[in-house]
């Protein structure tokens, strides 16, 4: 989309700063279950501007004369050329910058929206700044693994998986990031689920992990509790700790395991979400 300024319509106002912005014209996208962006071509006469201060503040940029817009985190600003009295600067919202972290994490027995608000309020997007409306119910998963996926891809994939699509209002105050499974908006016995473009990613072999518990059973041994070398801070909190159950052909030998042990963790078909011990390697 582009738009050529209006000087009556377009203005941009930043939050505690003062500037002598003109907007010239913009272009963006707004796409459900993607986070939006807005470049903005500038016009400003006053130089030396020191652009980095203009970085992560919030602003809107209203482009009608009822004032309607689109709230965001200034993400990039740049001079256009070496001399040149013009600049760009992007808008995009909080979402976007999930998309800086990677993670392996695992969730036991959450459900989608919950996990979706733990990572959100992770990063700071609380309270009011965002919402579920839901009209489904969403089971709880045994195993919801991040392998390797920044916080974005992991929640846009967990939204796809299970037809929730996300989108943002806005107003001059802020953004509100909504998450919706309703069919309000299209004709009647139309059924709408977003397209799956984030795919799960696999584990290529087996991985490590040291034994926390054990749980005993009479005759064989249900499960263990382990502990994978995921967590770079060393927390080791229980998004690095889970109980897995032991593979079939390995359940009698498993009865040996103790606190301290390293075993060997195998995926099913390569999929994250199906770990299970399947051998032991030494102790501790």
């Not at 919950?114 to 045994?142: K, M, N, Q, W």
């Not at 159950?245 to 390293?262: F, I």
Request: with cysteine.
């Amino acid at each position: 989309m582009f738009s050529p300024a209006h000087k009556t319509h377009l203005s941009l106002t930043i939050e505690g700063m003062e500037h002598d912005f003109q907007v010239l014209g913009y272009s963006g996208e707004e796409v459900a279950n993607r986070p939006y962006f807005y470049n903005l071509d500038l016009a400003c006469d006053q130089p030396g501007l020191a652009l980095e201060r203009f970085l992560d503040r919030e602003a809107y940029f209203s482009f009608d004369s009822r004032g309607k817009g689109i709230h965001g985190r200034i993400y990039h600003i740049a001079r256009q050329g070496r001399c040149s009295t013009r600049y760009r600067l992007t808008l995009v919202p909080h979402l976007s910058y999930l998309r800086h972290r990677i993670n392996q994490r695992i969730y036991q027995q959450f459900s989608v929206p919950e996990i979706v608000a733990l990572i959100l309020e992770e990063h700071g997007i609380v309270g009011d700044a965002y919402r579920f409306e839901l009209s489904a119910s969403y089971p709880t998963r045994d195993y919801c693994t991040q392998y390797d996926e920044t916080d974005l891809h992991f929640i846009q994939r967990l939204c796809e998986e299970e037809g929730i699509r996300f989108c943002f209002q806005h107003s001059a105050q802020g953004h509100v990031l909504v998450f919706a499974d309703g069919q309000a908006v299209l004709p009647w016995g139309v059924l709408y689920r977003p397209p799956v473009v984030h795919s799960k990613p696999r584990v290529p072999g087996n991985q490590t992990a040291v034994v926390i518990a054990v749980e005993e059973q009479p005759r064989q041994l249900a499960r263990v509790k382990v502990q994978f070398p995921w967590d770079p801070d060393e927390q080791f909190d229980d998004k690095s700790r889970c109980w897995l159950p032991v593979a079939a052909d390995w359940a009698r030998e498993a009865r040996h395991l103790r606190p301290g042990m390293q075993v060997l963790v195998s995926f099913l078909q390569n999929d994250p979400d199906q770990p299970q011990v399947s051998g032991c390697l030494c102790c501790r």
